[in-house]
Protein backbone atom coordinates (compact mmCIF):
# COMPACT_ATOMS: atom_id res chain seq x y z
CA UNK A 1 0.00 0.00 0.00
CA UNK A 2 2.10 3.24 -1.16
CA UNK A 3 0.58 6.99 -0.69
CA UNK A 4 -1.35 8.54 -3.37
CA UNK A 5 0.92 10.59 -5.31
CA UNK A 6 0.11 15.00 -5.24
CA UNK A 7 2.40 17.67 -6.10
CA UNK A 8 4.41 19.11 -3.37
CA UNK A 9 2.83 22.59 -4.25
CA UNK A 10 0.47 24.49 -6.01
CA UNK A 11 0.23 28.23 -6.39
CA UNK A 12 -1.91 30.78 -7.88
CA UNK A 13 -3.19 34.66 -7.34
CA UNK A 14 -6.83 35.59 -5.47
CA UNK A 15 -9.31 34.95 -8.16
CA UNK A 16 -7.79 32.17 -10.29
CA UNK A 17 -8.17 28.89 -10.16
CA UNK A 18 -6.13 25.80 -9.40
CA UNK A 19 -6.42 21.85 -9.87
CA UNK A 20 -4.49 19.78 -7.20
CA UNK A 21 -3.96 16.18 -8.55
CA UNK A 22 -4.21 12.72 -6.19
CA UNK A 23 -2.70 9.59 -8.14
CA UNK A 24 -3.19 6.31 -7.11
CA UNK A 25 -3.26 3.10 -8.71
CA UNK A 26 -6.42 0.51 -10.14
CA UNK A 27 -6.07 -1.21 -6.40
CA UNK A 28 -7.36 2.27 -5.25
CA UNK A 29 -8.12 5.53 -6.93
CA UNK A 30 -8.93 3.61 -10.41
CA UNK A 31 -11.23 1.08 -8.21
CA UNK A 32 -13.44 3.13 -5.83
CA UNK A 33 -15.48 6.54 -6.23
CA UNK A 34 -14.05 6.73 -2.60
CA UNK A 35 -11.83 9.61 -2.55
CA UNK A 36 -11.93 12.36 0.06
CA UNK A 37 -10.22 16.23 0.25
CA UNK A 38 -9.05 17.61 2.96
CA UNK A 39 -7.82 20.85 3.88
CA UNK A 40 -5.64 21.56 6.79
CA UNK A 41 -4.43 24.68 8.43
CA UNK A 42 -1.23 25.05 10.27
CA UNK A 43 -1.53 23.51 13.81
CA UNK A 44 -5.38 22.40 13.11
CA UNK A 45 -7.16 19.40 12.76
CA UNK A 46 -7.79 18.35 8.74
CA UNK A 47 -11.50 19.28 7.80
CA UNK A 48 -13.44 17.58 5.16
CA UNK A 49 -13.78 19.22 2.04
CA UNK A 50 -15.03 16.63 -0.41
CA UNK A 51 -16.44 13.19 -0.55
CA UNK A 52 -17.47 10.26 -2.62
CA UNK A 53 -14.80 12.04 -5.16
CA UNK A 54 -17.38 14.99 -6.20
CA UNK A 55 -19.80 15.66 -2.67
CA UNK A 56 -19.52 18.47 -0.51
CA UNK A 57 -20.35 18.81 3.20
CA UNK A 58 -22.44 21.51 4.31
CA UNK A 59 -21.04 24.84 4.72
CA UNK A 60 -17.91 23.70 2.35
CA UNK A 61 -18.05 26.50 -0.28
CA UNK A 62 -18.92 25.67 -3.83
CA UNK A 63 -15.44 27.22 -5.02
CA UNK A 64 -14.50 23.53 -4.45
CA UNK A 65 -14.74 21.07 -6.11
CA UNK A 66 -13.84 17.33 -7.30
CA UNK A 67 -13.53 14.87 -10.15
CA UNK A 68 -11.84 11.61 -10.80
CA UNK A 69 -10.52 9.64 -14.62
CA UNK A 70 -9.11 6.77 -14.25
CA UNK A 71 -6.46 6.41 -11.41
CA UNK A 72 -5.99 10.32 -10.56
CA UNK A 73 -8.38 12.41 -8.62
CA UNK A 74 -8.48 15.81 -8.93
CA UNK A 75 -9.12 18.73 -6.39
CA UNK A 76 -10.44 22.48 -8.19
CA UNK A 77 -10.67 25.25 -6.28
CA UNK A 78 -11.93 28.86 -7.78
CA UNK A 79 -11.98 32.30 -7.25
CA UNK A 80 -8.94 31.28 -4.94
CA UNK A 81 -9.17 33.44 -1.89
CA UNK A 82 -6.53 34.49 0.68
CA UNK A 83 -7.62 32.02 3.26
CA UNK A 84 -7.79 28.72 1.16
CA UNK A 85 -3.77 28.97 1.78
CA UNK A 86 -3.18 25.68 3.58
CA UNK A 87 -2.22 21.84 3.07
CA UNK A 88 -4.48 19.71 0.90
CA UNK A 89 -4.44 16.24 1.47
CA UNK A 90 -6.35 13.25 -0.96
CA UNK A 91 -7.08 10.08 0.81
CA UNK A 92 -8.71 6.47 -1.14
CA UNK A 93 -10.02 3.59 0.01
CA UNK A 94 -7.58 1.16 -0.86
CA UNK A 95 -9.44 -2.50 -0.53
CA UNK A 96 -9.81 -4.80 2.19
CA UNK A 97 -11.13 -2.36 5.00
CA UNK A 98 -8.04 0.06 4.01
CA UNK A 99 -7.55 3.78 3.65
CA UNK A 100 -4.59 5.23 1.95
CA UNK A 101 -3.70 9.29 2.07
CA UNK A 102 -1.55 11.35 -0.32
CA UNK A 103 1.63 13.15 0.53
CA UNK A 104 0.11 16.55 0.55
CA UNK A 105 -0.14 19.34 -1.66
CA UNK A 106 0.57 23.17 -0.03
CA UNK A 107 -1.47 25.80 -1.50
CA UNK A 108 0.09 29.05 -1.76
CA UNK A 109 -2.03 32.12 -2.08
CA UNK A 110 0.25 34.64 -4.06
CA UNK B 1 -22.75 17.81 18.04
CA UNK B 2 -20.43 15.13 17.97
CA UNK B 3 -16.97 15.37 19.53
CA UNK B 4 -13.16 13.21 19.77
CA UNK B 5 -10.76 14.23 22.17
CA UNK B 6 -7.48 12.36 21.98
CA UNK B 7 -5.26 11.51 25.06
CA UNK B 8 -2.90 9.79 26.56
CA UNK B 9 1.11 10.47 27.23
CA UNK B 10 3.14 12.81 24.87
CA UNK B 11 6.47 11.24 25.72
CA UNK B 12 7.14 7.34 25.27
CA UNK B 13 10.52 5.72 25.41
CA UNK B 14 11.71 3.65 22.48
CA UNK B 15 10.83 0.09 22.10
CA UNK B 16 8.07 0.87 24.45
CA UNK B 17 4.32 0.89 23.85
CA UNK B 18 2.79 3.73 22.58
CA UNK B 19 -0.87 4.07 24.50
CA UNK B 20 -3.79 6.52 23.08
CA UNK B 21 -7.30 6.78 24.00
CA UNK B 22 -10.08 8.88 22.13
CA UNK B 23 -12.89 9.65 24.05
CA UNK B 24 -16.36 10.69 22.12
CA UNK B 25 -18.72 12.69 23.28
CA UNK B 26 -22.47 13.83 22.11
CA UNK B 27 -22.93 11.05 20.28
CA UNK B 28 -22.45 6.79 21.09
CA UNK B 29 -19.68 5.05 20.36
CA UNK B 30 -22.27 2.00 19.59
CA UNK B 31 -24.22 3.66 16.45
CA UNK B 32 -24.04 0.75 13.74
CA UNK B 33 -23.47 3.92 11.42
CA UNK B 34 -19.94 4.32 11.95
CA UNK B 35 -16.06 2.97 12.03
CA UNK B 36 -13.96 4.96 14.59
CA UNK B 37 -10.06 5.29 13.38
CA UNK B 38 -6.64 6.44 13.95
CA UNK B 39 -4.34 8.74 11.72
CA UNK B 40 -0.94 10.04 12.13
CA UNK B 41 1.20 12.87 11.07
CA UNK B 42 4.98 13.10 11.43
CA UNK B 43 6.00 16.52 12.03
CA UNK B 44 6.33 18.06 8.45
CA UNK B 45 4.98 15.14 6.90
CA UNK B 46 1.76 13.52 5.56
CA UNK B 47 -1.32 12.02 6.70
CA UNK B 48 -0.87 8.41 7.35
CA UNK B 49 -4.33 5.94 8.39
CA UNK B 50 -3.36 3.43 11.25
CA UNK B 51 -6.79 1.72 11.41
CA UNK B 52 -10.22 1.79 12.21
CA UNK B 53 -12.53 0.02 14.00
CA UNK B 54 -16.20 -0.95 14.50
CA UNK B 55 -18.45 -0.89 17.57
CA UNK B 56 -18.27 -4.76 17.79
CA UNK B 57 -14.99 -4.81 17.40
CA UNK B 58 -14.33 -5.45 13.77
CA UNK B 59 -10.99 -3.91 12.98
CA UNK B 60 -8.75 -3.08 10.22
CA UNK B 61 -5.08 -2.03 9.76
CA UNK B 62 -2.56 -0.14 7.51
CA UNK B 63 -0.62 -3.16 6.69
CA UNK B 64 3.19 -1.38 7.37
CA UNK B 65 1.83 -0.87 10.98
CA UNK B 66 -0.29 -4.14 11.73
CA UNK B 67 2.35 -5.95 13.21
CA UNK B 68 2.78 -3.37 16.18
CA UNK B 69 -1.04 -2.31 16.13
CA UNK B 70 -4.05 -3.15 18.21
CA UNK B 71 -6.99 -0.74 18.29
CA UNK B 72 -9.92 -1.54 20.68
CA UNK B 73 -13.19 -0.23 21.78
CA UNK B 74 -15.01 0.24 25.19
CA UNK B 75 -18.31 0.94 24.51
CA UNK B 76 -19.18 1.91 28.26
CA UNK B 77 -16.52 4.24 28.29
CA UNK B 78 -17.54 5.71 24.66
CA UNK B 79 -14.04 5.53 24.20
CA UNK B 80 -11.71 3.62 21.27
CA UNK B 81 -7.97 3.40 22.01
CA UNK B 82 -4.70 2.53 20.04
CA UNK B 83 -1.43 0.25 21.11
CA UNK B 84 1.31 0.70 18.88
CA UNK B 85 4.14 -1.80 20.28
CA UNK B 86 7.70 -1.72 20.26
CA UNK B 87 8.14 2.19 19.29
CA UNK B 88 10.92 4.03 17.88
CA UNK B 89 11.74 7.97 16.79
CA UNK B 90 9.40 7.01 13.66
CA UNK B 91 6.76 6.69 14.96
CA UNK B 92 7.15 10.91 16.38
CA UNK B 93 3.74 12.28 15.40
CA UNK B 94 0.37 14.08 16.26
CA UNK B 95 -2.19 10.87 16.39
CA UNK B 96 -5.21 12.01 15.25
CA UNK B 97 -8.77 10.12 16.13
CA UNK B 98 -11.82 10.46 13.56
CA UNK B 99 -14.97 9.53 12.68
CA UNK B 100 -15.60 7.70 9.29
CA UNK B 101 -19.40 6.98 8.46
CA UNK B 102 -20.48 3.96 6.79
CA UNK B 103 -22.87 4.50 3.75
CA UNK B 104 -25.50 4.15 5.11
CA UNK B 105 -25.18 7.37 8.03
CA UNK B 106 -28.12 8.69 7.55
CA UNK B 107 -28.03 13.05 7.79
CA UNK B 108 -25.87 14.96 9.42
CA UNK B 109 -22.71 12.80 8.28
CA UNK B 110 -20.54 12.24 5.40
CA UNK B 111 -20.35 8.85 3.99
CA UNK B 112 -17.04 7.20 3.16
CA UNK B 113 -14.84 9.65 4.84
CA UNK B 114 -13.14 11.18 7.83
CA UNK B 115 -15.77 13.48 8.51
CA UNK B 116 -15.54 14.44 12.26
CA UNK B 117 -11.75 14.85 13.73
CA UNK B 118 -10.00 15.20 17.04
CA UNK B 119 -7.82 18.50 17.76
CA UNK B 120 -4.85 15.72 17.73
CA UNK B 121 -2.61 14.81 20.35
CA UNK B 122 1.57 15.11 19.95
CA UNK B 123 3.25 11.77 20.74
CA UNK B 124 7.29 11.84 21.03
CA UNK B 125 9.45 9.20 21.12
CA UNK B 126 12.79 9.36 23.04
CA UNK B 127 14.49 8.24 26.31
Redesign the interface.
Given at each position: ?S?LTQPASVSGSPGQSITISCTGTSSDVGSYN?V?W?QQHPGK????MI??GT?R?SGVSNRFSGSRSGNTASLTISGLQAEDEADY?C?S?AG?????????TKLTVL | QLQLQESGPGLVKPSETLSLTCTVSGGSISSSSYYWGWIRQPPGKGLEWIGSIYYIGSTYYNPSLKSRVTISVDTSKNQFSLKMSSVTAADTAVYYCARRPLADCGGDCYQDAFDIWGQGTMVTVSS
Open positions: QALSYAPKLYEKPYCYSGTWVFGGG | -
